[in-house]
């Protein structure tokens, strides 16, 4: 198992509809901004417009590379309708190597 910095990241969004989850992630993968892209339903209950919100949303999780980031965090923001989409990064401490490497390949840099 590779560990410690292996440059890649999970970058993590929502949407509020299945079908604008699965066209987001594979516009992403298409554009080669990410190796793949899981998509899940969730629950989230945040604070919003002064109150509580409870609603089920689409998780997505990008596999990409560090140097990626940028260019895909602005990716989702032309693309997403939500006001204030969360667009957060995870780096990828360890993994399989030829997972690692796959990730890798299949991305390219902006």
Not at 16 to 24: F, G, P, V
Not at 54 to 68: M, Q, V
């Amino acid at each position: 198992m590779a560990t410690n910095d292996s440059g890649l990241l999970v970058v993590t969004t929502t949407h509020d509809e299945e079908t604008k989850a699965r066209t987001l992630a594979a516009d992403v993968v298409r554009a080669r901004l990410a190796a793949c892209a899981q998509v899940y339903r969730i629950r989230s209950v945040y604070w919003w417009d002064g109150e509580v919100q409870d609603a089920d949303e689409w998780r997505i999780d990008f596999k990409t590379r560090t140097e990626l980031v940028d260019a895909l965090q602005e990716f989702i923001g032309e693309r997403h309708e939500y006001d204030t989409p969360e667009v957060i990064a995870v780096p990828v401490v360890a993994g399989s190597a030829a997972y690692l490497e796959w990730v890798r390949a299949e991305t390219t840099e902006s």
